[in-house]
């Protein structure tokens, strides 16, 4: 049932039938030359509750007959509408309503960036709505995201692009019968608020463990694949039989983020999505003729689509240091790129390029089975589209050569500290763009707070409970303050009677002095350190109270808003830059 098998011509563009309804805000599928078809049908009304249709021959109440009657729609499925005059306003269009700002109406279309953008199309007819759905692959998550993202937390999805060569013209890249690996990730990490966003790439040739992946067949059975010890990232996917599903338990037990939801792309989906929206702008440093990705591009500012879109993204001996990271940096760039097109007026208010971008999106994107529909990929990017380009951080785990590898300089391992302070951010959900700012307040707040004499350590007496840290942390905070700190006067208290979010330590008014050293100490921020009342110790004297909460990371460890390691690189997706 599409433009030809309706009688219209044959060069009718179906993306020109969309048309914007001014009382809903959103775009239409108007059948010219037949009878114009509604939108989906109203759930309340008799296609989405089942009724019955009008018998044949006969109007449905408050619609007028049409000549002739035809064939009753299926359950569903639009029917026919009224034409209307050239002159006839829309119903219930009153003269003087104010129209819809230009801001709302590209809102209409807004939702998606990335591989999201298919989400655009959430106000097209039922019958393109179900053609996109048969586009939609999926693959089971296999219990290992979260079972679905939610619109009151934060958002975790993993972006993976394998370098598997399927598809036409993409078995010239070489290695056309692998697998594929996990050749380029990204965990893309949306902020609760959704003011923020953090883009996450995790290098293929990273050594970590590969843990056990209970993985769905074929035949609907489940198979548990042996997990591997230090062996490279990317082996995560494809190899030995592994899923999407296995990478996102390695990025997990690597990062301690859960994921929500997982999005798969081969190489089509770089050559697909870019021609869709006529190409994205990037802009090299230097002239640069690469054999291995077949990338050939002068110096300066150039639109690349297509096969000249999937070498900018597949070169690596021709940028930088030559290596992975320096590859990375350049597809960092390439989705900053993008972005920025898909978020410009210029796509998002042409319903020819979003209807393109949805039949390239449904069509080269893999995803779990928990977003399996248009619906649920709408509303999930819905969510991701929130943030503003100018929020969205990219930067890359902090890794430093194999020493185990000698000169070869192969592989990569963790650099742990500066690692696991990024995790760490992603996990809190902290944005790089507001990390400093906001590490610059705390600071502030607890120098005020701080401000005044401070105990001397020994004569600091403070009751230790754990109120939501890890079991042990109390004890594990006691040896730490008596032994590195000198804070003898200290006891362990056992449990809190709640759980607490964040570490507070409560004293009374002439307790102040003793409860700032702790704080310093502590390296508490100031809103932790809360004015009330003393307590009393194991030795009948009055005390002041620490309490761990979920916040608390180990003793000694400051639990002011941590700051973005100095030498991970953090670039933003407003910014234009150029490769080197």
């Given at each position: 049932m599409?433009a030809q ?39 309340r009304s008799?296609?989405a ?14 619609r ?5 009657p ?12 009224r ?38 199309v959430?106000?097209?007819?039922y ?10 692959t ?9 079972g ?10 993993l972006l993976?692009?394998t ?5 036409d013209?993409?078995?010239?890249y ?8 996990a ?6 990490h ?28 074929d035949d ?15 082996e ?6 592994r ?20 999005m798969?792309?081969?190489f ?8 869709a929206v ?12 690469d054999?291995?990705?077949?990338l050939?591009?002068?110096k ?6 297509g ?11 021709s940028v ?8 990375i940096?350049?597809q960092?760039?390439?989705l900053s ?19 393109k971008?949805a ?17 649920k990929?709408?509303?999930?990017g819905t969510?991701l589209g ?33 690692a696991r302070?990024?995790f ?16 610059k ?8 707070r ?6 001397d350590?020994a004569d600091?007496?403070?009751?230790v409970?754990?109120?939501?840290a890890?079991?042990g942390?109390?004890q594990?905070t ?11 006067k ?14 507070t330590v409560?004293y ?5 002095d ?5 704080a ?13 009342k003393?307590?009393?110790?194991s030795?009948g004297?009055?005390?002041i109270?620490l309490?761990?909460g ?6 000694g460890v ?12 953090k670039s ?7 490769a080197?």
């Amino acid at each position: 049932m599409d433009a030809q098998g309706r009688g219209r011509a044959d060069d009718i563009d179906p993306a020109d039938q969309w048309v914007l309804n001014p009382n809903t805000g959103d775009y239409e599928l108007r059948l010219q030359d037949s009878a114009p078809q509604s939108p989906v049908p109203n759930p309340r009304s008799r296609g989405a509750a089942g009724a019955a249709a009008p018998p044949r021959g006969r109007s449905a109440p408050g619609r007028e007959r049409q000549g002739t009657p035809e064939e009753a729609p299926e359950p569903g499925v639009p029917g026919p509408r009224r034409r209307r005059g050239p002159q006839e306003p829309l119903p219930g269009r009153r003269k003087g309503r104010p129209k819809k700002s230009k801001a709302k109406k590209i809102l209409i279309w807004s939702g998606a960036t990335m591989a999201f953008v298919l989400v655009g199309v959430s106000s097209a007819g039922y019958l393109y709505y179900r053609h996109l759905n048969g586009n939609i692959t999926s693959v089971s998550d296999d219990g290992a995201g979260t079972g679905g993202f939610s619109k009151d937390r934060a958002i975790n999805v993993l972006l993976v692009g394998t370098d598997k060569r399927t598809g036409d013209g993409n078995d010239g890249y070489g290695d056309s019968g692998s697998p594929g690996h996990a050749d380029t990730t990204v965990l893309l990490h949306v902020s609760k608020d959704r003011t923020n966003a953090t883009a996450m790439s995790i290098p293929r040739d990273l050594i970590t463990d590969i843990p056990d992946c209970p993985t769905t067949q074929d035949d609907g059975s489940t198979k548990v694949i042996p997990g591997t010890q230090s062996t490279r990232f990317n082996e995560s996917l494809g190899q030995s039989g592994r899923t999407p599903s296995c990478t996102m338990r390695t990025v997990t037990a690597l990062t301690g983020v859960k994921m929500d939801h997982f999005m798969i792309a081969d190489f089509n989906a770089v050559k697909t999505l870019t021609s869709a929206v006529d190409g994205v702008e990037v802009c090299l440093a230097k002239d640069i003729d690469d054999p291995d990705s077949k990338l050939k591009l002068s110096k300066g500012k150039h639109s690349i689509q297509g096969e000249d879109a999937l070498a900018f993204v597949r070169t690596r001996h021709s940028v930088g240091l030559g290596g992975d990271l320096s590859r990375i940096e350049l597809q960092q760039q390439f989705l900053s790129a993008l972005m920025r097109k898909l978020k410009s007026n210029d796509t998002l208010t042409s319903p020819t390029k979003m209807l393109k971008l949805a039949e390239a999106g449904t069509k080269a994107l893999t995803v779990d089975s928990k977003i399996s529909s248009i619906t649920k990929l709408r509303d999930l990017g819905t969510e991701l589209g929130k943030f503003p380009t100018k929020n969205l951080s990219f930067t890359t785990v902090p890794v430093a050569d194999n020493p185990a590898e000698g000169e070869t300089k192969v592989t990569v391992v963790l650099q742990e500290e500066k690692a696991r302070a990024l995790f760490a951010l992603i996990k809190d959900d902290v944005s790089l763009t507001a990390v400093k700012q906001k590490a610059k307040k705390e600071k502030a707040a607890l120098a005020a707070r701080l401000k005044g004499t401070k105990a001397d350590p020994a004569d600091v007496r403070v009751r230790v409970l754990n109120g939501g840290a890890v079991s042990g942390s109390a004890q594990e905070t006691l040896n730490w303050l008596q032994l590195d700190e000198g804070v003898t006067k200290s006891e362990n208290a056992g449990n809190a009677g709640a759980t607490l979010k964040k570490t507070t330590v409560e004293y009374a008014p002439d307790q102040a002095d003793q409860a700032r050293r702790l704080a310093d100490l502590m390296g508490m921020a100031g809103a932790a350190m809360k004015p009330g009342k003393s307590v009393t110790n194991s030795q009948g004297l009055p005390a002041i109270t620490l309490t761990l909460g979920e916040d608390f990371k180990g003793a000694g460890v400051s639990l002011t808003t941590p700051s973005a390691p100095d030498d991970v690189e953090k670039s933003t997706a407003d910014k234009v830059e150029c490769a080197k």
